[in-house]
């Protein structure tokens, strides 16, 4: 079933990709060489790593620290062999909050001629996204962007 974002786009590779990170589970680990170059380039604001085994490790550690982590595509923009997304991630911290949190970002994409990633690179906000939200740190956050906006 494509997913009303992966709609969005024309071009099956974007589109397979989508469905990919809308759908993963612990169990794709294994198959992220499906969907990435083997010595794909991965950088966000926590992690800078190359190479499949290196990228799978992040994902790991993703359903290691967070519960039932998930990404929902909103935008797409694409054009030769690049792509970006807009994204949702969902999750809850298995440590900290027990309520639902939200991350707002986007991906940046290149792909090569036989649609495998080679690029990805994450943008979001870590201050306003996550630290505002965690114990402790959350109110020192939210104390230091009240003074640099007053």
Not at 23 to 48: I, Q
Request: charge should be neutral; charged fraction near 25%; include cysteine.
């Amino acid at each position: 079933m494509t997913s009303p974002s992966a709609a969005r786009s024309n071009d099956p590779r974007v589109v397979r990709i989508i469905e990919a990170f809308e759908g993963l589970t612990p169990a794709d680990l294994p198959r992220l060489g499906d969907f990435y170059a083997p010595e794909a380039d991965f950088k966000d604001p926590f992690n800078e790593v190359r190479g499949v085994p290196a990228i799978r490790q992040v994902f790991e550690h993703m359903y290691v620290a967070l519960e039932a982590p998930r990404f929902v595509i909103h935008d797409v923009v694409a054009q030769g062999d690049q792509c970006v997304l807009t994204w949702d991630f969902i999750f809850r911290f298995r440590r900290f909050s027990r309520e639902w949190q939200t991350v707002r970002g986007a991906s940046h994409l290149k792909l090569d001629a036989h649609g495998l990633i080679t690029m990805h690179r994450d943008y979001w906000d870590v201050a306003e996204e996550l630290y505002e939200k965690l114990p402790g740190v959350g109110s020192l956050m939210r104390w230091l962007k009240r003074r640099a906006n007053s």
